[in-house]
C-alpha cells in the first residue's frame, strides 16, 4: 500500500468528521491538510482508492483515534464485548468487583463502552464524506466508473459493519448518512439502523465482486450477503435472511476450511472461510507509539509465564473447555488446559525463554501468572498463533495475525437459525450439520437442530473470535445463555451497553439505556 496515498486519503476524511464524536477528543484537528478539497481526493482513481483506504483504516485506530499507537479498541473493545459479556473468556479482573460477572459496565471506564462508540462513528464520518466524493466523482467522470462504483460498494458495507456493530453493542443509536446530518441528533430505533444496513447492502451487493485477484482482505459480494442476512435477522425477516445467507453458496472462493485448526493459521490470512477480517502489519516497530496497523492481541492473550505480562484479554473459563463434546476438534483449536500442548505445529511452548515444559502448565501447577484468583490456568489459542511474538522487555510485541470479524462458519449457523424461525428445518438441519460435521473432522454425532442446539454451536464455533455476543444477543436467549452456562441471571437491559458518558455530555438529545 502507498502510505503517502493513504495519508492523503486520511486527511481529508479526519478533518471533516470532528463533529460526529466528543467535542475534546484531539484527533478532531489535523492541521496538516495541505489544503485538500474533496475535488483533488476524488479526482483520479488513486486518490480515490486512498480515500477508500482511509474509511478501511478506523477499524485499525487506537481507541480515541491517536495515530501511531498499538490497536487497543479491537482488543479491549470489541473482543471483549464478544466474548466477556457471555462470560466465556474474562479479563484479568477480581471476580467479586468483575464488571462482567456483576453485570454493571461503567458508562465512563468499560472498554467496551468507550471505545466503540467513538471508533464507529469516526468510521461512520470517513464514510459519508467518502460516498459523496465518490457519486459526486463517477457522475462527473473524475474517476473510472467501474472502480468507482466498487468503491462504492466497499464503502456501503463499510458503514453497515459500523452500524451493526453500534447497533449490537449498545441497541438505538444515532443514524448519519449524510456529512450535512445534525451530529448532535437523537438516538434512531434499532429496527431504522438496520432496515437502513439492508436498503444498503443490497445496493453494495450490486457493485461489488465476489473476489479480488490481488487485494484479498476488500470487501466482497459475500461481505455484503452477510451483513443483509444479519440485518434481516435483527428485523426478523428469516425468509429473506436465508435467502441471504444461501446465496453465499453463489461464491467461486468461500468455503469451510477442512481443518478447523486452519482458519486462523498465521500463513493463512484472507482464507477461504474469511467473509471480513481486519488487516495488519506483519510485527513492525517495537516502539509504544509508532505504528496503528499492529495489534496487540495476541500479547494481551498469551500466558503471562512465558511473555511476563500481558494476559489482560481473553482468558478462558473451564466452563467453556468443559462444554465442548468429547471428539469434538474444536477444543483444542480453542482453549487449552493445563497440561496441554499447544496445537499449532509453529509453536512449542518451550522454545519460549525461561520455559522448560512444552505444556501451559501441569494439572499440579496451572499457569496463573501468579493470580490465581484473576486467571483460570486455561488460555486461548485462537489468538496465539504467532511463535515470534515474545513477551514484555523483550524484541518483539506486536503481531500481524488478520482478525475475522465474520466468516463462513459462523453464516451457516444464522443460516440454521433464520431457516429454524422460518419453518425450514430441512435446510436448518443441513447448514447445523455442516458445521458439526467439520468440528469433528468427518462425521458428528446426530443431533436434531433447535435452538439450544443452534446456542452451543455459536458459543464453541465462535469462542474467541468477534461476533459471538451479537449473534447470542440477537437470538432473543442472551440471559438464558447466561443462566445455562453460568447460573447467573442478567438484569434487565444489561445484554447491551450504556452509552459512553462522555457521548452524553457532548450531545445533549443521546438518553442513556435504561438502567444505566
Not at 24 to 45: A, I, K, R
Request: charged letters at 20%; aromatic letters at 10%; one cysteine or more.
Amino acid at each position: 500500500m502507498n502510505i503517502k496515498i493513504k495519508r492523503i486519503g486520511l486527511l481529508i476524511t479526519i478533518v471533516l468528521v470532528g463533529t460526529l464524536v466528543a467535542c475534546s477528543d484531539n484527533f478532531l484537528v489535523d492541521t496538516n491538510n495541505q489544503d485538500l478539497t474533496s475535488e483533488v481526493v476524488f479526482s483520479s482513481d488513486d486518490t480515490a482508492l486512498a480515500a477508500v483506504t482511509g474509511v478501511y483504516d478506523a477499524f485499525q485506530n487506537d481507541s480515541q483515534g491517536d495515530p501511531g499507537i498499538p490497536n487497543e479498541y479491537n482488543v479491549k473493545g470489541i473482543h471483549r464485548w464478544a466474548n466477556s459479556t457471555g462470560l466465556d473468556f474474562l479479563n484479568n479482573e477480581n471476580p467479586a468487583t468483575s464488571s462482567y460477572l456483576n453485570f454493571n459496565p461503567d458508562p465512563s471506564s468499560s472498554d467496551v463502552a468507550v471505545k466503540i462508540w467513538p471508533n464507529h462513528y469516526r468510521q461512520i464520518g470517513r464514510a459519508n464524506i467518502t460516498l459523496e466524493g465518490l457519486r459526486t466523482a463517477v457522475e462527473n467522470g473524475s474517476i473510472n466508473t467501474d472502480l468507482g462504483n466498487r468503491l462504492i460498494g466497499e464503502v456501503l458495507v463499510l458503514r453497515c459493519i459500523s452500524y451493526q456493530y453500534l447497533c449490537e453493542v449498545y441497541g438505538d443509536v444515532p443514524l448519519m448518512l449524510s456529512p450535512a446530518d445534525d451530529p448532535f441528533k437523537a438516538r434512531d430505533s434499532q429496527d431504522m439502523v438496520f432496515q437502513q444496513i439492508v436498503t444498503d447492502a443490497i445496493e453494495a451487493i450490486t457493485l461489488l465482486p465476489w473476489t479480488y485477484d490481488v487485494e484479498k482482505g476488500r470487501i466482497t459480494k459475500a461481505t455484503a450477503y452477510t451483513v443483509l442476512g444479519n440485518a434481516h435477522m435483527w428485523l426478523k425477516q428469516y425468509g429473506e435472511a436465508v435467502t441471504a445467507y444461501e446465496a453465499l453458496e453463489d461464491s467461486p472462493v468461500l468455503d469451510l476450511e477442512d481443518n478447523f485448526l486452519d482458519i486462523h493459521a498465521l500463513a493463512n490470512p484472507n482464507g477461504k472461510e474469511s467473509i471480513f477480517e481486519l488487516q495488519w502489519a506483519a510485527n513492525a516497530d517495537l516502539s509504544w507509539g509508532r505504528n496503528d496497523e499492529v495489534n496487540i492481541l495476541q500479547l494481551f492473550a498469551m500466558p503471562t509465564d512465558i511473555t511476563g505480562g500481558g494476559g489482560f484479554t481473553g482468558i478462558p473459563s473451564k466452563e467453556l473447555y468443559d462444554a465442548f463434546e468429547p471428539g469434538d476438534l474444536r477444543r483444542s483449536a480453542t482453549v487449552l488446559a493445563p497440561g496441554e500442548e499447544h496445537p499449532d505445529p509453529l509453536i512449542d511452548i518451550i522454545n519460549y525463554d525461561g520455559v522448560d515444559i512444552n505444556t501451559v502448565g501441569t494439572v499440579a501447577e496451572p499457569w496463573t501468572g501468579g493470580s490465581p484468583e484473576t486467571r483460570s490456568g486455561y488460555w486461548a489459542v485462537k489468538s496465539w498463533r504467532d511463535p515470534e511474538i515474545e513477551g514484555w522487555g523483550r524484541s518483539i510485541l506486536f503481531g500481524g495475525q488478520g482478525h475475522i470479524w465474520m466468516r463462513y462458519g459462523g453464516a451457516l449457523l444464522s443460516l440454521a437459525e433464520a431457516a429454524l424461525k422460518d419453518g425450514q428445518t430441512a435446510k436448518a438441519q443441513a447448514a447445523f450439520d455442516r458445521v458439526r460435521n467439520r468440528a469433528w473432522g468427518g462425521t458428528a454425532p446426530n443431533k436434531t437442530v433447535d435452538m439450544d442446539g443452534i446456542l452451543k454451536e455459536y458459543r464453541l464455533e465462535l469462542a474467541g473470535e468477534f461476533s459471538l455476543w451479537g449473534v447470542i444477543r440477537r437470538s432473543g436467549e442472551a440471559n438464558k445463555f447466561i443462566m445455562d452456562n453460568y447460573g447467573l441471571d442478567m438484569p434487565a437491559n444489561r445484554e447491551i451497553y450504556p452509552i459512553p458518558s462522555s457521548q452524553l455530555s457532548a450531545n445533549p438529545n443521546l438518553k442513556q439505556n435504561d438502567g444505566y
